[in-house]
């Protein structure tokens, strides 16, 4: 003859209850007046999972790992001990399909976990190398620009020193001048020939002052060329942007331009321009605005005017 009760408890996981003072948990409960929604506040259990564990509906559980701890903090907070409904539970696991039983995962073998390290720390090693050479390519970019600008400023102190040097130097007496000096007399049958009175200035001061023409010639060119020039480009930073501008060919011109500061410059058939940070710059060639060039940090190379 079949067990019809053994079958019944296969199926919906349901065994009879316990006397209460083993487990019942449920008469036990409500022996000390607690219902469902107070030993959840107590307990953070939701109510359908304690309500399974009391009715031994242990196929509405969750897995054995937690369902194990259900049970624990549940007995343990009526007071009372764990050990029968544990072993409830357990005969309920040994009736499951063995199929459906917790599945051991396999351990990754040594030699995998210590490969995986080593490419973990390759990369991380990687990873560094790339950011300790960008920054080292960025410092050197930044100390090249402050240098330029320094060299920039030390040619305009070079400049006004040169220009009072030449401001002080006296002039030269005319001929006239040398023989009123001497005393020589109109009417006097031979006349001294006059020594050219002119001030002879050292070849080194020569060519300081070949330096300040040129260093002034450049500022007037900068400031009046563009009436003989055809395009005009301004560069506006709206972020902190670094900038390579060559116009007609000529050696290019670095800046690392601050917010808010904004540049320039003329040229009459070509303008190449190098953006660090295409989306920190506005730029307008011809009183049009070039729009967005790209995003932050970009690396955008630009050629004016466009084929």
Wanted: proline share 5%; charged share 25%; with cysteine.
């Amino acid at each position: 003859m079949v067990d019809t009760t053994k079958a019944t408890q296969h199926s919906t996981g349901l065994y009879e209850s316990p006397s209460p003072t083993e487990s019942d948990l449920k008469s036990i409960r409500e022996s000390k007046g607690l219902t469902l929604k107070d030993i959840f506040e107590c307990t953070r259990i939701s109510v359908a999972n304690l309500a399974a564990i009391e009715m031994g509906h242990f196929h509405l559980l969750p897995s054995p790992v937690f369902t194990k701890s259900f049970i624990k903090t549940y007995a343990k907070t009526l007071g009372i001990e764990s050990d029968v409904i544990l072993a409830r539970y357990a005969q309920y696991l040994e009736t499951l399909n063995p199929a459906s039983r917790d599945v051991k995962i396999k351990e990754t073998p040594k030699y995998m976990r210590s490969f995986y390290k080593f490419s973990l720390w390759g990369l991380l090693a990687i990873i560094t190398i790339g950011l300790v050479t960008f920054s080292l390519s960025t410092y050197e970019t930044l100390i090249g620009v402050v240098n330029d600008r320094t060299s920039e400023q030390e040619n305009k102190a070079f400049s006004l020193k040169t220009n009072d040097a030449i401001e002080k130097i006296p002039k030269s007496e005319t001929p006239d001048q040398a023989n009123v000096a001497t005393g020589n007399k109109a009417g006097d049958a031979q006349s001294i020939p006059v020594a050219q009175t002119q001030l002879a200035v050292p070849e080194e001061q020569e060519k300081q002052n070949a330096k300040q023409e040129d260093t002034v010639s450049a500022v007037i060119d900068r400031k009046q060329g563009h009436t003989a020039e055809t395009y005009q480009i301004i560069m506006a930073a709206r972020e902190l942007t670094w900038l390579r501008v060559n116009t007609d060919n000529k050696p290019p011109y670095e800046v690392l331009l601050q917010p808010g500061e904004k540049i320039e410059r003329y040229a009459s058939h070509l303008v190449v321009i190098d953006i660090g940070n295409a989306g920190g710059i506005d730029i307008t060639f011809q009183g049009k605005s070039l729009g967005n060039l790209g995003e932050r940090g970009q690396v955008v190379h630009l050629k004016l005017p466009q084929d």
